[in-house]
């Protein structure tokens, strides 16, 4: 047996279609997400002024203006409020963006909401990109679904937090529940 048990191939073969999956090239285009480009689906996103946050791992040196969430196959009704926000890994609020007030949000459209200052990592690690929108019809996000933690010291991959959410994002993520569905994010 080898330093990779019983594999026998080229690891960077293996684990290649990732590399595929992805955005365009971080080298040429910066960018972090929190899932790949496959196996997404459409997700129902938080309620109605509900915050939904989404681990993202981020680098040491990262300057994050921007946050892009992506509706699917429900559009956005009669929407009051829309703001998206960067928030520590321990749950304090960064960054957030300007309140989109009723601008349309069409099916299988990407949103990017510019953050009111950019956010300089200083800090290797999980950050928490966050979407909150108010509503009479919420659109469904592209995203996946994940397992509730189970490992001592694991977080939640999302969660919601929060209510009666309008035009500013809280100052914590105050507790946070368990959310199965996972929202795709693209920071820049």
């Known amino acids: 047996m080898t330093l990779l048990g019983a594999f026998k191939g080229n690891p960077r073969n293996d684990l290649s279609w990732l590399n595929t999956a992805g955005r365009p090239d971080p080298e040429v285009t910066f960018h972090r997400a929190n ?7 459409d997700i129902p996103a938080a309620a109605t002024g509900v915050m939904c946050s989404v681990a993202l791992y981020l680098q040491d040196g990262d300057a994050i203006s921007n946050l892009t969430f992506i509706s699917a196959g429900t559009a956005g009704g009669s929407l009051t409020n829309q703001i998206a926000a960067l928030y520590s890994g321990a749950g304090a609020l960064l960054a957030q963006s300007a309140d989109k007030t009723s601008e349309a949000w069409a099916a299988d459209t990407a949103k990017t909401f510019a953050l009111a200052s950019p956010v300089r990592v200083t800090k290797s690690g999980v950050y928490y990109a966050a979407l909150a ?7 469904t996000l592209v995203g ?3 397992a509730k933690p189970f490992l ?9 937090s929060g209510s009666g959410i309008t035009a500013t994002a809280p100052a914590t993520i105050a507790t946070p529940a368990f959310k199965r569905h996972v929202p795709l994010v693209i920071a820049t």
Do not use: I, Y
């Open 35 to 41: 899932l790949p480009r496959v196996g997404l689906d």
């Open 133 to 139: 929108v108010a509503a009479t019809t919420v659109p």
């Open 144 to 146: 996946s679904v994940g």
């Open 152 to 160: 001592s010291g694991e977080g939640n991959l999302a969660q919601t």
